[in-house]
T-cell receptor, first 115, second 114 residues
Framework: AQSVTQPDIHITVSEGASLELRCNYS??????LFWYVQSPGQGLQLLLK??????LVQGIKGFEAEFKRSQSSFNLRKPSVHWSDAAEYFC?????????????FGAGTRLAVHP | GAGVSQSPSNKVTEKGKDVELRCDPI?????LYWYRQRLGQGLEFLIY????????KSGLPSDRFSAERTGESVSTLTIQRTQQEDSAVYLC????????????FGPGTRLTVL
């Protein structure tokens, strides 16, 4: 079955510290991978996406993610977290070939940032 | 408009009532998606519209759920005879076309069924 797992429900980091949010997926074919961020009262915003090429993808707001096929993972990283990064983060997968973006989402990781 | 808008932002209803949720996609976007986000869970795909093609309704959880879209404009998601398990945030997204174009999400409608 197709699924996305985000093992960490809540993460708390200090401002300026590095961040890594984990994402593992189970998908029958080569997936199309996404990270979205959801701030309170706002819709989801796309941080980055990967479908081919360099496995290290750069996104907005200083985020990056690395696709590791052997580990079925697509972890999100940021070298130095800002207080404004506090939000909920969702990993998602979609079909790479054919079709459209019928995305499958993980349950999300809520990030808190301490000053 | 500048982004996807949804109304109402919050809806409280009694069990058994019907509700209608509205989504205004970004102007010119032909593809429109509805998702449901239950508390503490990720988004679940409900339905997809692309232009005038037949919608993909494969994610609708029961026949109490239906959605309409006229052309490339507004969409409405209707839930009949609401149940408490329907309580969730309903999110709409649009993209410029089908395929794998980036989906832009609205702020959602928080539905509470008492």
């Amino acid at each position: 079955a197709q699924s996305v797992t985000q093992p960490d429900i809540h993460i708390t980091v200090s401002e300026g510290a590095s961040l890594e949010l984990r994402c593992n997926y189970s998908y029958g074919a080569t997936p199309y991978l996404f990270w979205y961020v959801q701030s309170p009262g706002q819709g989801l915003q796309l941080l980055l996406k990967y479908f081919s090429g360099d496995t290290l993808v750069q996104g907005i707001k200083g985020f990056e993610a690395e696709f590791k096929r052997s580990q079925s993972s697509f972890n999100l990283r940021k070298p130095s977290v800002h207080w404004s990064d506090a939000a909920e983060y969702f990993c998602a997968v979609g079909p790479l070939s054919g079709g459209y973006n019928k995305l499958i989402f993980g349950a999300g990781t809520r990030l808190a940032v301490h000053p | 408009g500048a982004g996807v808008s949804q109304s109402p932002s919050n809806k409280v209803t009694e069990k058994g009532k019907d509700v209608e949720l509205r989504c205004d996609p970004i102007s010119g976007h032909t593809a429109l998606y509805w998702y449901r986000q239950r508390l503490g869970q990720g988004l679940e795909f409900l339905i997809y519209f692309q232009g005038n093609s037949a919608p993909d309704k494969s994610g609708l959880p029961s026949d109490r759920f239906s959605a309409e879209r006229t052309g490339e404009s507004v969409s409405t998601l209707t839930i009949q005879r609401t149940q408490q398990e329907d309580s969730a945030v309903y999110l709409c997204a649009s993209s410029s076309s089908g395929g794998r174009d980036t989906q832009y999400f609205g702020p959602g409608t928080r539905l509470t069924v008492l």
